[in-house]
């Protein structure tokens, strides 16, 4: 690891100051920051820590959502009664997430500003246009088995490996951003992430100078909730495809859904296909296959990770008859 400096920040204002340096950034629980400094691949010359600053809480909105603090743990936001009571697929979402020592060290805005978990990302060996741009992708036309089926390009194939940014995609969050001039914009967290284009290297609409201190929640969507991740294995593995529901249904026919995907593109992928076939339609398993196929139907597959493509349809299938029932 190359050397560095450290400072812990006493507020918000002193930690934006603060990172306005060169080569400084900031570190909150480290759970990817840190891997990624021991692998050369992240190298700042300055670290200011903001995981004291008072951003913890979960606070009630006056129309019934939630604040949640940008510092607060992984671990709390799942176990706090209101989230699992008014929003049941992003506990779900957390608790799938890694092991649970590092989900009581990862914080909410560590979490939605992860890195990718592509090989040759983490091969400074290997071309990667996201850690070097112009280098190339070696995924294309590598091992690509975790990568991207949905809105990559010649670019960079990589996924976005939150399982927590496909719940609140689905819950229809909002970030809240802050700069050093004080001011506070929030941010949909559809329009957060970017797709790669040309310029894979810059993942999200965060601006240099600016900090996450929160995440904002809606109401609660009507109809019920479920997160659904499939893997290698059961505990700390990343997704080779995750699903993110809200269905109601009325006298067997679906009034509304949102679905959106996760380990299948460059950000939480929301399917307004598949909502559009699902919506108006009678709660079946024939309509869940129609919006399966809607779903996945620009998918293409790199070799290797093809039947990730089948996955999601299955997958999709069958959170949706767990949800809404199917007949």
Same mark, same amino acid.
């Given at each position: ?110 979490n ?59 819950? &229809? #969050?909002e970030?809240?951003?802050?700069? /050093?001039?004080?001011a506070?914009? +929030?941010? *949909?967290?559809?329009?957060?992430? !970017?797709?790669p ?22 109401p ?14 059961a ?33 939480p992928?929301?399917s307004?296909?598949? &909502? #559009? ?5 009678p /709660?079946?398993?024939?309509?869940? +296959?129609? *919006?399966?196929?809607?779903a996945? !139907? ?16 299955r ?13």
């Amino acid at each position: 690891m190359r050397s560095f400096t450290y400072e812990r920040a006493t507020d918000a204002q002193a930690a934006l100051a603060a990172v306005s340096r060169d080569g400084a950034k900031f570190i909150s629980g480290g759970t990817n920051l840190l891997d990624l400094m021991k692998l050369d691949i992240e190298t700042p010359s300055h670290l200011v820590d903001i995981s004291r600053l008072p951003l913890r809480s979960i606070e009630e909105l006056p129309d019934s959502g939630l604040r949640i603090g940008s510092q607060a743990a992984n671990s709390d936001v799942a176990a706090d009664e209101r989230v699992r009571a008014r929003y049941p697929v992003l506990s779900e979402a957390l608790v799938a997430g890694a092991s649970g020592q590092l989900r009581n060290k990862a914080s909410t805005g560590g979490n939605l500003l992860q890195r990718t978990r592509c090989p040759y990302f983490y091969d400074t060996a290997a071309g990667c246009n996201k850690r070097e741009p112009g280098s190339g992708c070696s995924a294309i036309g590598g091992f690509n088995r975790m990568h991207a089926i949905l809105g990559a390009g010649d670019s960079c194939i990589a996924t976005q490996p939150s399982d927590m940014a496909v719940a609140l995609t689905v819950l &229809e #969050a909002e970030i809240e951003l802050l700069d /050093a001039d004080e001011a506070v914009r +929030r941010v *949909a967290i559809a329009d957060f992430y !970017r797709l790669p284009g040309d310029t894979p290297h810059i993942e999200t609409e965060l601006r240099p100078g600016e900090m996450i201190t929160g995440v904002v929640l809606p109401p609660p969507p009507p109809g019920r909730q479920r997160y659904r991740k499939v893997r290698d294995r059961a505990s700390y593995e990343f997704a080779l495809v995750s699903v993110a529901t809200v269905v109601s249904v009325e006298r067997g026919t679906l009034h509304g859904a949102r679905v959106a995907f996760g380990g299948v593109a460059h950000k939480p992928w929301r399917s307004v296909e598949a &909502e #559009a076939a699902l919506t108006g339609r009678p /709660a079946t398993t024939s309509t869940y +296959r129609a *919006a399966a196929e809607e779903a996945m !139907r620009d998918a293409v597959g790199q070799g290797h990770n093809d039947f990730k493509i089948d996955l999601a349809k299955r997958t999709l299938c069958r959170t949706l008859a767990q949800v809404a029932g199917a007949s």
